[in-house]
């Protein structure tokens, strides 16, 4: 689900209307910028989440994540239920500045919001009703989970689970590493979307304008700066 109303928190006591950031901010962004920021949130896709549960290894994270952002997911959740994490020297590449992160400290809390909000639960995970990847239509609202490195996803996770999915591979190894796992699954559900609804892309047109004007400001570091004085000037009203 799309995360983000009509209206841009600039701090504490400043709220603003996307449009305006978009007039104000988009002047000050290179020409080659604003058309590399519509080409891409033309393409976003939030009707996928992607779920990593319990990840201990924070390379693995960074890996999806990246992944994740460069196929067009924008929906991202991670939920730690581990105590420690492994520190990494792999980065995301920017990629968590450009995905929506949402984290979770209950696998339930995060399935259940999920679920309210329309998502089937695709659990990949190795049993007897697991489904191949190809055989799922990933043209609806969908949520791709991945577990830790060495357990997999947890049990809750399983009985949650609106289906089982597998990687179908044929060599004597079972399983990919979760990075190589995620860049599959994704790649594979894009082109799935790609083929059954003619496109990944899941935003309306006020949804396109409202993540614009997010990038706006994530892209120029003095935006919220500039906004607030001409508020405090008077150019703007709020």
């Given at each position: 689900?799309f995360p983000?109303?009509?209206?841009?928190?600039i701090?504490?006591?400043?709220?603003?209307?996307y449009?305006?950031?978009?007039?104000?901010?988009?002047?000050?962004?290179?020409?080659?910028?604003?058309?590399?920021i519509?080409?891409?949130?033309?393409?976003r896709?939030?009707?996928t989440?992607v779920?990593?549960?319990?990840?201990?290894?924070?390379?693995?994270?960074?890996?999806v994540?990246?992944?994740a952002?460069?196929?067009?997911?924008?929906?991202?959740?991670v939920?730690?239920t581990q105590?420690k994490?492994?520190?990494?020297n792999?980065?995301?590449?920017?990629?968590d500045k450009?995905?929506e992160?949402?984290?979770w400290?209950?696998?339930?809390?995060?399935?259940k919001a999920?679920?309210?909000?329309?998502y089937?639960i695709?659990?990949?995970?190795l049993?007897a009703?697991?489904?191949p990847?190809?055989?799922?239509?990933?043209?609806g609202?969908s949520?791709?989970v991945?577990?830790n490195?060495r357990?997999?996803?947890?049990?809750?996770?399983?009985a949650?689970a609106?289906?089982t999915?597998i990687?179908?591979?044929?060599?004597?190894?079972?399983s990919?590493?979760?990075?190589v796992?995620?860049?599959?699954?994704?790649y594979?559900?894009?082109?799935?979307?790609?083929?059954?609804?003619?496109?990944?892309?899941?935003?309306t047109?006020?949804?396109?304008?409202?993540?614009r004007?997010?990038?706006?400001?994530?892209?120029?570091d003095?935006?919220a700066?500039?906004?607030?004085?001409?508020?405090?000037?008077?150019?703007?009203?709020s």
């Open positions: 689900m983000y109303g009509p209206e841009l928190e701090n504490a006591n400043l709220r603003v209307n449009q305006l950031v978009l007039e104000k901010i988009g002047p000050l962004l290179t020409d080659e910028r604003r058309q590399k519509e080409k891409v949130v033309a393409l896709n939030f009707d989440a779920v990593l549960e319990g990840i201990y290894d924070r390379g693995n994270i960074s890996a994540m990246r992944s952002e460069g196929l067009g997911f924008g929906n991202f959740h939920i730690e105590e994490f492994k520190e990494a792999r980065v995301t590449q920017g990629a450009w995905v992160v949402k984290k400290k209950k696998t339930a809390d995060c399935v999920l679920k309210n909000q329309g089937k695709y659990v990949t995970h049993d009703n697991a489904k990847l190809h055989e799922v239509d990933f043209s609202k949520a791709l991945l577990g490195e357990d997999g996803v947890t049990p809750e996770m399983i949650a609106d289906q999915i990687i179908p591979m044929t060599g004597f190894v079972q990919f590493n979760i990075s796992a995620g860049a599959l699954g994704l594979h559900i894009s082109q799935d979307r790609l083929k059954r609804r003619g496109t990944n892309a899941s935003l047109e006020e949804e396109q304008g409202i993540l004007a997010h990038y706006y400001m994530r892209t120029q003095s935006a700066q500039y906004l607030e004085e001409m508020f405090s000037r008077g150019t703007l009203k």
